[in-house]
Nanobody, 118 residues
Framework: VQLAESGGGLVQPGGSLRLSCAAS???????MNWYRQAPGKEREFVAG???????GMADSVKGRFTISQNNFKTTVYLQMNSLKPEDTAMYYC??????????????WGQGTQVTVSS
């Protein structure tokens, strides 16, 4: 799978950004996730949208971030509102190719930087 991420940038506190991750090259059934990693910290789960249509969200972003995907389930979006300085991180797309409930393959994007600062 080839992953193309976009949408990061510099935004003021309270602002919004929309990240996109387009997947191509593998027609598998996909769970699509966003992770982030701030300097000096571990990579952490942010949000996921799964092959059954359900979603998951980290407590730190609930009510502010929304995850969605296109009708073809090839692109995943992360709408980020009410951004805070602590949301500053490199954001990574992770695609899991599923066989039943098992992860058969996984792919990571190159990351897109989000900086929240005044």
């Amino acid at each position: 799978v080839q992953l193309a991420e976009s949408g990061g940038g510099l935004v003021q506190p309270g602002g919004s950004l929309r990240l996109s991750c387009a997947a191509s090259g593998d027609t598998c059934t996909k769970d699509m996730n966003w992770y982030r990693q701030a300097p000096g910290k571990e990579r952490e789960f942010v949000a996921g949208i799964y092959s059954d249509g359900s979603t998951g969200m980290a407590d730190s972003v609930k009510g502010r971030f929304t995850i969605s995907q296109n009708n073809f389930k090839t692109t995943v979006y992360l709408q980020m509102n009410s951004l805070k300085p602590e949301d500053t991180a490199m954001y990574y797309c992770k695609i899991e190719c599923m066989i039943g409930n098992m992860v058969a393959r996984e792919y990571w994007g190159q990351g897109t930087q989000v900086t929240v600062s005044s």
